[in-house]
Every structure is written in structure tokens, then in C-alpha cells.
């Protein structure tokens, strides 16, 4: 497997030399047939990985939707047993255990699926920024913007009202990720309380004695870490130059 850095202009020539001619590779001459097909080659690999690239978004969407759907169903039936009375339904407590327990499978399989739909997506963006320059420049790999912000000064930007409704430098895909891991995490306690309240005792860890009601610090605890922590994981991945007094950065891939 080639491993190429978009960045550096050794590796570009490699991955274009990819399209040449076993006979001429990398050496073609611009006015020979060998380069002219080459040069076909990469319009049309351009056109496909953008094609597919869209084509990978729609589906990481519809993904998305199929999950949910899942997730709704599932949250349903959980809150629909825990409202019915003890003595109205058999082994309640199991069921509610069963039903987390299958929110848990689902949540993390969503998870999983949203982080291999951004590998083959930026997968397809590479090929994107390196096939790009020789036909429409570097359209696609080039983002402006006003400054770079260190983390410090991102926090302490955001907290002022003025910025609120100002566009921000945002993943929607790595949101959407951190949205996932937390509904998992939600699943994972929702189990993890009605495993407790089945067992005879409570359950201790070391010296912790660690009860079912403890399970409400679980979930807050959990909610305001995922608020503070997605605010700079979430930050779209940018870096670059200067150019006038426009930041004209290339995007950079994790």
C-alpha cells in the first residue's frame, strides 16, 4: 500500500505516476501519446472520485436515518416498559435490562459505521486534492479563513454572545460521531443500572458501593463532559498560510 502525504510534492508525483504506463511510468513526456492518456486517466479518475465522494456522503446520511430509526424504536419500548406498573408485566426488570442491553449493540454499531463512512470519505477527498490541480487548481483543498484560533482563545471566543450566530469551523461528520459515542455511553449506563438493580446486593467496586440511584450522577456527570469536550474535538481540521489578509488553509485529514 502507497502512503501519501497530500502535502508534499514528491508524493503527488508518486500518485500520479500511478496513471501512467507501466512501460513509461513517471517519465512520460508532455507532448507524447503515454502523457495525453495519463492525462485522460486523471480527468476522468478526478470526475469518479467526486462522483463517489457524494456518493459515499448520501449513504453516511442514510445510515444515519437507518439508526435512528432503530435507536427511536428502541427508546420507545424502553420508556413504554418502565412506565407499566410492576404487577402489569411479567419480569419487568429483566426487560428493561434486554432492552438496553439491545440499544447498546445498536449505538455502538452506529458509532463504528459513522468512523469507517469517514475513512472512505476521506479516502476519496485525497484523491480529490491530489488529482484537483491540473484541472480546476486547488479549488476543492483550499478553505478561507479569517485566523487561526488556539484552543484558549476558541473557548473564550465562544462564550461571548456576539459569536453565536456566526458561522463556525465545525465537522458535522465528527459531531455526528460524538453524537453516536454518547448515545452509546447513554445505553451502556441504562444496562448497567438495571444490571445492578437486578442483583441480590449492591455492587461494589474496591471500596465503592455502587447502588441504582447512584446511576442519575452517572448520566448528568456524562452530559456535561460530551457539552464541553465536543466543542474543540468537533473543530474542523485546518491548517496553512497566509495569503493577504485572507488564511487560505489546506484541509488536513486525522
Known sequence: MT????????????????????????????NTDEYKTSFQKREAALQLALDIRKFEIELYWKRATYFWGFLIVIFGGYFAVLTVKNDEIPYKDESLLLISCLGTIVSWSWYLVNRGSKFWQNNWERHVDLLEDDFTGPLYKLVFDKKKESIKEYLFNFLKPKTYLKAGKYSVSKINQALSLYIFCIFFGMALSNFIRLLPGNLLIGNFDIKYEHSVYFFAGLTLIFCIVILPLCKSDLEGKILAEVKITKRHFD
Open 3 to 30: 502512503n501519501i502525504n497530500n502535502n508534499s510534492k514528491s508524493s503527488r508525483n508518486e500518485y500520479l505516476s500511478h496513471f501512467d504506463s507501466k512501460r513509461n511510468k513517471g517519465k512520460a513526456n508532455q
